[in-house]
Each structure stands twice: as C-alpha cells, then as structure tokens.
C-alpha cells in the first residue's frame, strides 16, 4: 500500500542514515543553527574557569587575562550576530563590533529588542553557563582554604 503523505519516505531515510540507523537525528528548533556559538561559549567558560582555578594565587597570568578580555566579546558578538541571521532579523552594519566594545550594554538591548520578556530567560542562560564554568575556580578555593 502506497503511503500518500509527500515526504515522509524522504525524512525516514534521512533518519536511518543518520549514525547508522541507531541514533535518530533530533534537534530541538531553539538550538538549530546555534549549536557552535553556545558550544564556544561552553568551552571558553570552561576554559576560563579551570585557567582561573589552576593559576597561583586565584589569578591568572598578564597575557592569559589579556587574551580571555578579547575572546569573551567575541564569542558574544558571535553568538548575537548568528542568533539574528537565524532569527533573520537585520543588523546595521558592523554590528558585531559594536557588540565587542559594548557588549554590557548591546547584547541585554539585542535581547529585548528579539524576544521580549524572554529575554530573561536566555540571558538566566548566560549566568548559568558561566556559572557552571565558574565551578571548578570555587572547588579548588574551597580546597585551597580547608586543605592542611
């Protein structure tokens, strides 16, 4: 018996090539499209977490500071201008430079401006990452401190 919705053949297909048939493909709508700038901010949160918590005394060498000053506003300006492209919402131009020089103040604004209230939730979002990031610089103060 013929099936008579179009496509269906076509997505099943794609679904069983995916790993193989044994994993299916699934991609939640809010995530598709942002899976590497979120990822870039999971592994700069990280990174900068275990770089503050390795570091001697809590504090990160000149140049390693240096270097998380700049990567940090571009990681957002990143993230921001692939959220508008996905969102296809227009930016003016060099808009992600602005970003990187006032990232404070932009990204919140940016936020409101495409999602309303639900801004909030995303940037609760932010806070979590880097607060998850952030774990590995409280555990080892707290070792640091009890440690005999």
């Known amino acids: 018996m013929r099936d008579l919705r179009p496509g269906l053949r076509s997505r099943r297909r ?6 193989g048939g044994t994993i299916p493909h699934v991609m939640f709508k809010w995530l598709k499209g942002m899976v590497a700038p979120t990822l870039l901010l999971w592994l700069f949160a990280i990174a900068f977490g275990v770089a503050s918590s390795l570091a001697p005394g809590g504090q990160m060498p000149v140049r390693a500071n240096l ?3 700049v990567a940090f506003p571009i990681i957002i300006s ?3 201008v692939v959220d508008a492209r996905k969102r296809r919402k227009q930016l003016c131009y060099d808009f992600d430079s602005f970003v990187f020089f006032a990232s404070p103040i932009i990204v919140p604004v940016y936020l409101f401006q495409t999602r309303g209230v639900r801004a909030f939730l995303t940037l609760l979002c932010f806070a979590a990452i880097w607060l998850i990031g952030m774990l590995p610089v409280f555990v080892v103060s ?4 009890f440690a005999p």
Do not use: G, P
């Not at 794609?14 to 790993?19: E, G």
């Open 142 to 145: 707290f070792i640091r401190e």
């Open 14 to 19: 794609s679904l069983s090539k995916t790993f």
């Open 78 to 80: 990143f993230w921001v």
């Open 67 to 69: 270097a998380s000053r």
